[in-house]
């Protein structure tokens, strides 16, 4: 249950103000169709944050708990800094050819998480908790959790949040989480 809330919460927090957030809001834009691309976030980030988990808990067999707590606090002090820094999404993102909301947010979403931070630290959380089911289910519910409001609620919501303040805020959750990591790895 722990891999879940942490992996959760993480992502919840991380995802705002996130490419894929501003993505979500785009095509929201685009399509004014909320259920295909809630339904198309949901299966692009199965899949994305299943790879990720996976590779993660592969990884994670092969160090040694204490290093591998100390990876996995320092990846997270990574994520601490990376998570200042805002995203912004290139006008070139949102293009759909036609397509219909379901397939262009699906292509759109799966690729926009290859090496977020969003899925790294899925990757680090799996290998941290050794729980491929409970980090992959806590990360894409984190991942709805931010989006789906975006979808149905469009720019009038996003546009109200207080988005350096959620940044600060992300970045102390991952520290915290680092140095737990770490203070782990060497007790």
Do not use: C
Request: proline share 3%; aromatic share 8%; no cysteine.
């Amino acid at each position: 249950m722990e891999a879940f809330l942490v992996s959760l919460s993480t992502v919840a927090i991380a995802e705002m103000g996130d490419r894929t957030q501003l993505l979500a809001l785009v095509l929201a834009a685009k399509f004014r169709k909320p259920v295909p691309i809630v339904a198309a976030i949901l299966l692009a980030t199965i899949a994305n944050h299943a790879i990720a988990g996976y590779l993660g808990v592969w990884l994670g067999k092969y160090l040694t708990p204490k290093l591998l707590d100390i990876v996995v606090g320092i990846s997270m002090l990574g994520m601490a800094i990376w998570t200042l820094i805002p995203d912004k999404l290139d006008e070139g993102d949102a293009k759909t050819d036609g397509r219909g909301a379901f397939v262009a947010t699906l292509i759109a979403f799966f690729i926009a998480e290859i090496g977020d931070k969003t899925q790294i630290a899925t990757a680090a959380l799996a290998a941290g908790y050794s729980n491929l089911l409970g980090v992959v289910a806590g990360s894409t519910t984190g991942m709805l959790i931010a989006n789906v409001p975006v979808v149905f609620m469009g720019s009038k919501f996003a546009e109200k949040l207080p988005m350096a303040a959620i940044h600060k805020g992300a970045s102390v959750l991952f520290a915290v989480l680092g140095l737990y990591f770490i203070v782990r790895g060497f007790v």
